[in-house]
């Protein structure tokens, strides 16, 4: 066996054993202890791989290509990230809630937040808003009423499908973006 696939293997191993145990305990109360004993591995190993949860935890946001959205290439199409997003999230439903969901801690919620952030600013900009205190709020609103929905969905609070998450999400927030956009 190469190398390479043992420390895909053991790196995989300690990044389910977070994950599982966050869904258990939370992120806060996980120990590097707690992961080790449940990924099977030895200290020097963890160590080896990590130099600690958190870097456990950033490496299981590579895995998350909703946190990595692209903006819209067409102003006319606000948000066209959202409906890939949510199915994404779909997909890796049980690693999203871990990372994002009420046990997870909020060193992912807040790198979430800034990388949505940052698209949702582009498409805003490239729709034809201008850089001012009122966009920065907007973004805000945007942001957070898109992550409320996923939170909420991942951690079993509602049911909806991706489109329906979508439909709801843009229900909501893109008449009012409109309407500042033609404020500007």
């Known amino acids: 066996m190469s190398d390479d696939r043992r420390v895909r293997r053991t790196r995989r191993a300690i990044q389910e054993a977070l994950v599982a145990l966050i869904l258990e305990k939370g992120y806060d109360a996980v120990t590097v202890t707690d992961?080790?004993?449940?990924?099977?591995?030895?200290?020097?190993?963890?160590?080896?791989?990590f130099t600690d949860k958190q870097d456990v935890l950033f490496s299981n946001i590579e895995q998350l290509a909703f946190l990595r959205p692209e903006a819209s290439a067409s102003p006319s199409e606000l948000f066209a990230f959202s409906?890939?997003?949510f199915e994404h999230a779909r997909e890796q439903r049980r690693l999203v809630r871990a990372l994002l969901g009420r046990r997870g801690g909020g060193l992912v919620t807040a790198r979430g937040e800034q990388i949505l952030g940052r698209v949702v600013r582009e498409e805003l900009l490239a729709a034809g808003a201008r850089p001012s205190p009122a966009l920065d709020r907007l973004v805000l609103c945007v942001v957070g009423a898109f992550l409320a929905l996923l939170r909420a969905w991942v951690d079993g609070d509602i049911s909806a499908t991706p489109a329906e998450l979508d439909a709801t999400f843009r229900t909501a927030v893109i008449p009012g973006v409109r309407s500042m956009l033609v404020q500007r």
């Open 35 to 49: 992961v080790i004993d449940r990924a099977d591995v030895g200290r020097s190993t963890f160590y080896a791989h």
């Open 83 to 85: 409906l890939p997003m």
